[in-house]
């Protein structure tokens, strides 16, 4: 059993918000995704990957930012991980 990978970052922590990263990694060797290889994310929101036969098996822990720091730009913090296996 081989194991495809996709990240996607949120605007929001929820599932229904609109993607503004990915990243997609494919154990099977029939694609070889890379960095910047299409402008358009993969799926609009995490919740029409999960309809698309993605598992959601990781999502980034709610952390609120320490006070006085709530505009800081830094890493983007709504990550969710999805596998399908074949």
């Known amino acids: ?11 929001t922590s929820a599932l229904d918000a609109p993607v503004v990263g990915w990243s997609r990694y494919d154990g099977t060797g029939r694609t070889d995704p ?3 290889d299409g402008d358009e ?6 919740v029409e990957a999960l309809r698309d036969g993605w598992r959601l098996f990781q999502a980034s ?3 609120p ?3 006085g720091h709530e505009y800081d730009t830094s890493f ?3 990550e969710f ?5 074949s």
């Open 1 to 11: 059993m081989k194991q495809q990978v996709l990240v996607l970052y949120l605007a």
């Open 34 to 36: 890379t960095t910047g």
């Open 41 to 46: 994310p993969p799926y609009e929101t995490g």
């Open 61 to 63: 822990q709610l952390i």
């Open 65 to 67: 930012p320490y006070p």
């Open 76 to 78: 983007l913090k709504h």
């Open 81 to 85: 991980f999805f596998e399908k296996l």
